[in-house]
C-alpha cells in the first residue's frame, strides 16, 4: 500500500534532550513536510523539502532541525532550544508545485516531562 | 497573505440531520481550497479539493462544498450526518507564490449525537 508511515506514534522524552521524529513515503512525492498540530490553532508548518538534500524553514522553525537525505525519507529533530515541545507531529508529501494537496501520515505524539 | 477563517469551532448535529461548516478565505489571486477531516490522534484526509474548474465540488463520504468568489467562501456541507462524520475538520488555502505550502484554518470539531 501507497503512503507515509510516521514513528513512534507516542514518544515520550524528559526535558533537555533531542528526539528525532521518523517519515517515510512510498508514493514518489517530491515535496515533504512536517507540522506542529497544538489544540484549537489548526497546523502550523515546521519546515518543508521540495526535493532531495534541500530544504527551507517554515513558520516555527526555531527549536527544530531536519535532513533530507533519501527521497523517501524526511526526519525531523526536536532539539532541547525548542521551549514547548509537547504536541502532535504530523509528516505530509506532496508532488509539489501550486495547488496540490498534502498526503498526511498518522502523526508523532511528543510528551516531554 | 492568504488567510482562512473557521467561523465556527464547535459544530454539533443530530444524526441524520444536514451539516454545515462554514469557511472563509482571503486571497489575492485565485486560490486552491481544501476541506480535510482528522479523527482523534489521526492524520488529516482530503475531502475535497477547488482548483478553479467547477465551483460546486464533490468529495468523499457525500461531503460537497462551493466556491462563492463573491463572498470568498467555501462552506462545506452534507445532506445527512453519520455518527462515523464526528471528527475535526480542517479549510485550507494555498498560499501565493508559495510552491505548495498551504494556510490552515483553525479547525471545527463536529459533534454528532444519535
Known amino acids: 500500500d501507497g503512503g507515509i508511515t510516521q514513528s513512534p506514534k507516542y514518544l515520550f522524552r524528559k526535558e533537555g534532550q533531542n528526539v528525532t521524529l521518523s517519515c517515510e513515503q512510498n508514493?514518489?512525492?517530491?515535496?515533504m513536510y512536517w507540522y506542529r498540530q497544538d489544540p484549537g490553532q489548526g497546523l502550523r508548518l515546521i519546515y518543508y523539502?521540495?526535493?532531495?538534500?534541500?530544504?527551507q524553514k517554515g513558520d516555527i522553525a526555531e527549536g527544530y532541525s531536519v535532513s533530507r537525505e533519501k527521497k523517501e525519507s524526511f526526519p525531523l529533530t526536536v532539539t532541547s532550544a525548542q521551549k514547548n515541545p509537547t504536541a502532535f507531529y504530523l509528516c505530509?508529501?506532496?508532488?509539489?508545485?501550486?495547488?496540490?494537496?498534502?498526503?498526511f501520515g498518522p502523526g508523532t505524539r511528543l510528551t516531554v516531562l | 497573505a492568504q488567510s482562512v477563517t473557521q467561523l465556527d469551532s464547535h459544530v454539533s448535529v443530530s444524526e441524520g440531520t444536514p451539516v454545515l461548516l462554514r469557511c472563509n478565505y482571503s486571497?489575492?489571486?485565485?486560490?486552491?481550497l481544501f476541506w480535510y477531516v482528522q479523527h482523534p490522534n489521526k492524520g488529516l484526509q482530503l475531502l475535497l479539493k477547488?482548483?478553479?474548474?467547477?465551483?460546486l465540488v464533490k468529495g468523499i463520504n457525500g461531503f460537497e462544498a462551493e466556491f462563492k468568489k463573491s463572498e470568498t467562501s467555501f462552506h462545506l456541507t452534507k445532506p445527512s450526518a453519520h455518527m462515523s462524520d464526528a471528527a475535526e475538520y480542517f479549510c485550507?488555502?494555498?498560499?501565493?507564490?508559495?510552491?505548495?505550502?498551504?494556510?490552515f484554518g483553525a479547525g471545527t470539531q463536529v459533534v454528532v449525537t444519535p
Open positions: 505530509a508529501s506532496s508532488i509539489g508545485g501550486a495547488g496540490n494537496e498534502q498526503f
Open positions: 485550507v488555502v494555498s498560499r501565493t507564490g508559495s510552491w505548495g505550502k498551504l494556510q
Open positions: 486571497s489575492s489571486y485565485s486560490p486552491s
Open positions: 477547488y482548483t478553479s474548474a467547477a465551483t
Open positions: 508514493l514518489n512525492h517530491d515535496a
Open positions: 523539502s521540495q526535493i532531495v538534500n534541500d530544504f
